[in-house]
């Protein structure tokens, strides 16, 4: 259907290196990378899925791809990559941690036309450190300063913990006064080495309070305040949502996107250790009809509780890595049920 682009996007990881070893972390084992032939080989397979769903279906796509890591700065090749990519049609962003971008190395990200850099903070100083070492903060946001002097579209990424919820006013601030154009939280994910933090994750009703007090920042700033979790856009959701059998927003792990990891291996979401194929071996564009892992997460009737009965289940089905998350920590493997964090439930004819 022409007219309304398919926001399709790829998050790739280069590398499982990393110059930090936050304690956050999703990354939880090394992995043999890719080569940078075999890098191009899995780009020009995105490729070849985006055209071939342009062709046969006549869908407008805006494919992008995110490059990170590990820290994608620790890759040699990073620019070499980031030009393939480009010469393919994609748009690029990088997320990193921030602490390996001096003058020259934000010049070359400036001159590789990413259309943006999302840099990692969690917090003040003292919460930002004790979670990724001492020295990080400062460097980290060195790099934001260097970015932004080369002209590049910089923005803030915080992961929500209760040790940094009630800092989004001085974050905020930070931002501004960084000259970033935005800054977006996301909760955290307690899988990976994060699993030892899942006493520091939201409860339903923290959660309510964040994007309460989320909304009035956004109100009173001048930047881009926001989050991509799915529950963010529920609590600001205020007109009932058309009831449809397929998603139309929400969670884009295997609806709007997928995950290629360092060694090929591709998931609907990083933070969901869900394999469902190899991008060295597999056609992408299989995986995306097929794969029943994918074909589950787009279907209502394979949702159970609370999410499956829910009248945003079109906009939203919570966050399905932290739905996993909590279900392997009870001995379950279930992507399927509810949203341990969600405070917003309702019954279709009650939104
Ligand atoms: S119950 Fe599920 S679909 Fe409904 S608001 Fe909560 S997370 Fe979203
Ligand atoms: S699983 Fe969670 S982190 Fe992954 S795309 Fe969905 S909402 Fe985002």
Redesign the pocket.
């Known amino acids: 259907m022409q007219g309304t682009p398919f926001d399709f996007f790829v998050q790739f990881h280069l590398t499982e290196e990393c110059n930090l070893s936050c304690r956050h972390c999703y990354q939880s084992a090394a992995v043999s990378e890719m080569t940078y032939e075999e890098i191009c080989g899995a780009i020009s397979e995105v490729k070849r899925t985006v055209q071939g769903w342009a062709v046969d279906h006549d869908i407008d796509v805006s494919p992008s791809l995110h490059f990170t890591g590990g820290e994608p700065l620790v890759r040699q090749d990073l620019f070499d990559v980031l030009g393939y990519a480009s010469g393919c049609g994609f748009s690029t962003s990088l997320m990193t941690n921030g602490t390996l971008i001096d003058e020259a190395a934000a010049r070359r990200i400036g001159d590789a036309k990413v259309t943006d850099v999302q840099i990692s903070l969690d917090g003040t100083e003292a919460a930002h450190d004790s979670l990724r070492g001492r020295g990080a903060h400062r460097r980290a946001l060195d790099g934001v300063r260097n970015l932004v002097a080369a002209g590049v579209e910089t923005n803030l990424n915080v992961t929500v913990t209760r040790r940094n919820m009630s800092q989004t006013g001085e974050l905020v601030r930070a931002a501004e006064e960084l000259g970033a154009s935005g800054i977006a939280f996301?909760?955290l994910?307690p899988s990976g080495r994060g699993k030892g933090l899942m006493a520091e994750a939201l409860t339903g009703d923290e959660v309510a309070c964040f994007y309460d007090d989320l909304r009035r920042h956004r109100a009173n700033s001048r930047i881009a305040v926001g989050s991509?979790?799915?529950l963010a856009t529920i609590a600001d959701i205020d007109v009932d949502v058309p009831q449809t059998e397929l998603p139309v927003g929400?969670?884009?792990?295997g609806v709007f996107?997928v995950t290629i990891t360092a060694d090929g291996t591709i998931m609907?979401?990083?933070?969901?250790d869900l394999p469902i194929g190899n991008v060295k071996n597999d056609s992408l564009r299989e995986l995306w009809v097929e794969s029943p892992v994918l074909v589950a997460l787009r279907t209502r009737e394979r949702y159970h509780d609370t999410c499956q009965s829910c009248s945003y289940w079109p906009v939203c089905?919570?966050?399905?890595?932290?739905a996993l998350a909590y279900s392997r920590a009870e001995g379950k493997n279930d992507y399927l049920g509810p949203d341990p964090q969600c405070p917003y439930h309702s019954a279709p004819g009650f939104s």
């Open positions: 996301s909760r994910v991509r979790d799915p929400g969670c884009a792990a996107g609907p979401c990083r933070r969901m089905r919570g966050c399905r890595a932290i």
